[in-house]
């Protein structure tokens, strides 16, 4: 079995790396930058690495193509995923969703470039496009995957009937769905427990998502998977300050750190989902070392308590 045919614990998501969000170009430090972070990645058991077409203009995966080349074969050790779909404003056009299938094709080819590798481990189709023809976005994909560019396929951001509506257009099997989660954003676990309560209705997450995704085998990976720093080091709410509390008192008593231990909190659902910590900061990535490394040692009854102090309110 290959790296990028393992399952990730964790995932590194990219979208930190080269520097600004414009066009300028990308510079040297950039570069190190990049490297750096990969570097720490690696070091703490984290070999799959998340990118879009759009993080920072391209320039995301044109650092990290840098990288690659820098590293004479670690390409064979990671998993590469990347992401299509969206397109940024530009001029008067407003920011939109196109997957038509030689737009998914073009960008597919362009990532490649900018990553400065003949094949991609996964692609995500970013966000939903109503306008999209899902034969012909299921037809773009086996051509992907014929051609040997892509070997395996997910979405990102779609509910049940999505995932299913592309996948009834294509053999290849849909392998992920990456949606918003984390120990702040509870949606998508609160969907399960709040039927027959007032509440249900203004959850707004889709019903059956987690589900079809268990069913059917598709990995959930977790973007804003550290609630952006909220129970690490960056409580802004008293809600906040007493989950973060609770999180590094089971932290101390683990041994280990806060991130281990809201990393953990995905990680111990069912579903087990893969977290996708966004930052690019060399010493956060570490703190996350013993999530990589290991399974989530949180009992049924910390889980819980992390999730009702987090949600503050007693659970219906």
């Known amino acids: 079995m290959t790296t990028s045919e393992k399952p990730d614990r964790i995932v590194l998501g990219c979208m930190g790396l080269g520097g600004a969000w414009d066009t300028s170009p990308a510079t040297a430090a950039d570069i190190d ?7 720490a990645a690696l070091e703490s058991g984290i070999t799959a690495f998340d990118h879009a077409d759009i993080y920072r203009h391209g320039k995301a995966e044109s650092v990290f193509g840098e990288v690659l080349a820098r590293s004479a074969g670690l390409r064979e050790r990671i998993t590469l995923q990347t992401k299509c779909g969206i397109r940024l404003a530009e001029g008067d056009r407003p920011g939109l969703y196109d997957l038509r299938g030689p ?68 053999e290849l099997p849909l392998v ?16 399960g427990v709040l039927v027959n309560t007032p509440e249900s209705a203004a959850n707004g997450f889709p019903a059956g998502t987690v589900e079809h995704c268990l069913a059917h085998g598709i990995s959930l990976q977790a973007w804003g998977a550290l609630a952006q720093g909220r129970y690490t080091g960056r409580p802004e709410t008293p809600q906040e300050r007493a989950t973060a509390a609770l999180v590094a008192s089971l932290a101390e008593a683990k041994g280990t750190t806060a991130e281990t231990i809201v990393l953990w909190w995905l990680r111990r659902h069912p579903a087990r ?39 503050g309110a007693a659970l219906p």
Request: proline fraction near 5%; include cysteine; charge should be negative.
């Open 33 to 39: 930058a990049a490297e750096a972070a990969v570097e």
């Open 176 to 191: 992920a769905n990456q949606l918003e989660m984390s120990l702040h954003r509870r949606a998508w676990l609160e969907d």
């Open 103 to 170: 737009t998914v094709v073009r960008k597919v080819e362009e990532s490649l470039s900018r990553l400065r590798t003949d094949v991609l481990d996964v692609l995500l189709l970013h966000r939903p496009d109503p306008l999209a023809d899902p034969a012909d976005v299921g037809e773009a994909l086996t051509s992907l995957h014929r051609q040997g560019l892509v070997r395996r396929f997910g979405v990102s951001n779609m509910n049940a009937a999505q995932i299913a509506r592309i996948q009834a257009h294509t």
């Open 273 to 311: 989902v893969v977290p996708v910590i966004g930052t690019s900061n060399p010493a956060r990535i570490r703190a996350c070392r013993d999530a990589a490394r290991s399974e989530p040692d949180l009992s049924h009854e910390e889980w819980y308590t992390l999730w009702v102090t987090a949600r």
